[in-house]
Each structure stands twice: as structure tokens, then as C-alpha cells.
């Protein structure tokens, strides 16, 4: 992860008037290159990708996170949506079709995205918000480790 605090860049999205929201979804877009050895400009994909899920989201409540990946020909992008399952589902929805609208992004990768409720800590008297925050983020993070993990397994 790039360094920043994802705590304190994620706080307003899982967080609402100075408490944990009730539900938090990650949608996880997966982009790879249609055929092999990809010809295209990658930076290009990766820039009109991001553009297309922006108007997908609601800027108050989700947050794009940084591309996980080597940024090479092929990208994890995680979306992190103040939405319970069947919420992050939609979403998930909404981004995959917009991104099928592009000609461009169908003629030259292959896509795939899926949603996953988080499970959110329990409430506890003794802890602060940013604790939980920290955990959520934390949670999130071994999320992105994962799939980037994967993706080199996968690229091996």
C-alpha cells in the first residue's frame, strides 16, 4: 500500500456523526489484460477504469482505493462502499456495467467484480472510534494483501 493512513482515509466512509456506520462492503475490481503480451497503454486502462467507477460511487460516503498491483497490465482496484451486502452488491452492479459500456476496456480486458460484506467490530464501551476504524482498516489492508497475492501467484 502507498504510504498513507488508509485509517484516516477510510474514516469517513465507515464512520457517520462520530460512530461506525452500520454496514461496510469492499467491491474488488479485477482488470487484466485480454491477451498476452498486451499491446496497449496500460496506464490509459488503468486511468479510464477510474474514471468510469467515479460516477458509481457516492463521494461522500465511498472511497476508491490506490490500484493494487505492480501497475504493469493488470490491476485490483478496491472500492470500499458505506453499504451492507445486498448494497454493495448494487454497487458492484452499477460498476461492472458501466464498465462493459466501454468498448475500449471490452476490446482489451478481461473484468471481474464482486462485492463482500465487512464484518464490522463489535460496539465496545472502552474502545474510541478510531480503534475501530483502525480494525476496519486494518481488516481492509489484509484484504488488499491477499488479492495482491494472488494476483502474482496467478501471474507466476
Known amino acids: ?10 474514516s469517513p466512509v465507515i464512520t457517520s456523526q462520530g460512530r461506525l456506520r452500520d454496514a ?9 489484460p485480454r491477451f498476452t503480451p498486451f499491446a496497449g497503454d496500460w496506464p490509459k486502462i488503468r486511468q479510464q477504469c477510474m474514471q468510469l467507477i467515479q460516477p458509481c460511487i457516492f463521494r461522500d460516503k465511498d472511497a476508491i482505493l490506490p490500484a493494487l498491483g505492480d501497475g504493469s497490465q493488470s490491476e485490483t482496484l478496491l472500492v470500499v462502499v458505506s453499504a451492507d451486502e445486498d448494497g454493495g452488491k448494487v454497487v458492484a452492479k452499477r460498476i461492472l456495467a458501466q464498465l462493459e459500456r466501454s468498448q475500449d ?6 473484468l471481474k467484480v464482486s462485492s463482500r460484506e465487512l464484518k464490522l467490530p463489535a460496539p465496545d464501551t472502552q474502545k474510541s472510534v478510531e480503534k475501530f476504524v483502525q480494525e476496519v482498516a486494518d481488516e ?7 488479492s495482491l497475492r494472488r494476483h502474482h501467484a496467478s501471474a507466476n
Open 24 to 32: 461496510v462492503s469492499v467491491v474488488t475490481v479485477e482488470l487484466a
Open 140 to 146: 481492509i489492508t489484509e484484504m488488499s494483501m491477499a
Open 105 to 110: 476496456l471490452q476490446a482489451n480486458c478481461l
Open 1 to 10: 500500500m502507498p504510504l498513507f493512513s488508509l485509517a484516516k482515509f477510510l
